[in-house]
């Protein structure tokens, strides 16, 4: 079966610190896209950033970043210089067209 | 471009009646997509259309469910004889052909049933 595993329900994280949210999925298949999708409070999905998987080098957007062990079957996501408005529930998530999301970590940041 | 636009925002209904639910997608993306999130859990797919035709259906979508995207523009989903476990946001959400660019999603529709 296919399954996202988001294994962090809840963390926290100071303004202005760094945090790592981690991912693993299982899948038979060889190429896919990954992705990190983050939901505010009663606010819709927004993408915060993508990954091919045939790819080596690790996705960049700004303060975001992600460590893509494809062997491993990992997807974390790193968030540098955290700050208030990154508050939010962050979905990790894979596929090629229909995608497979995980069961989400809820991330609070501290002032 | 608006975004992708679902309406109603909300709905409550009593169960065993039907709903309908309207997603407008963005108008360059030939792709559309529906999930359904239940609190405090990750979306899980129902359904997607390239065009007007229906590609994929989970096993989740049952034979109350039922999805259209006459046109290739607006799709709706419809949910028949409602149970109080249909109770979940809705999602539509779409795309370019080609999976890397991701999915924009709309807002959602919340349904309760009663």
């Known amino acids: 079966a296919q399954t996202v595993t988001q294994s962090q329900p809840e963390m926290s994280v100071q303004e202005a610190e760094t945090v790592t949210l981690s991912c693993t999925y299982d899948t038979s298949e060889s190429d896919y896209y990954l992705f990190w999708y983050k939901q505010p409070p009663s606010r819709q999905m927004i993408l915060v950033i993508r990954q091919e998987a045939y790819k080596q080098q690790n996705a960049t957007e700004n303060r975001f970043s992600v460590n893509f062990q494809k062997a491993a079957k990992s997807f974390s996501l790193k968030i540098s210089d955290s700050q208030l408005g990154d508050a939010a529930m962050y979905f990790c998530?894979?596929?090629?067209?229909?995608?497979?999301f995980g069961q989400g970590t809820t991330l609070q940041v501290k002032p | 471009d608006t975004g992708v636009s679902q309406n109603p925002r909300h709905k409550i209904t009593k169960r065993g009646q039907n709903v309908t639910f309207r997603c407008d997608p963005i108008?360059?993306?030939?792709?559309l997509y529906w999930y359904r999130q239940t609190l405090g859990q990750g979306p899980e797919f129902l359904t997607y259309f390239q065009n007007e035709a229906q590609l994929e259906k989970s096993r989740l979508l049952s034979d109350r469910f039922s999805a259209e995207r006459p046109k290739g523009s607006f799709s709706t989903l419809e949910i028949q004889r409602t149970e109080q476990g249909d109770s979940a946001m809705y999602l539509c959400a779409s795309s370019p052909a080609g999976g890397f660019y991701g999915y924009t999603f709309g807002s959602g529709t919340r349904l309760t049933v009663v």
């Open positions: 108008s360059e993306h030939n792709r």
């Open positions: 998530a894979y596929g090629l067209s229909e995608l497979i």
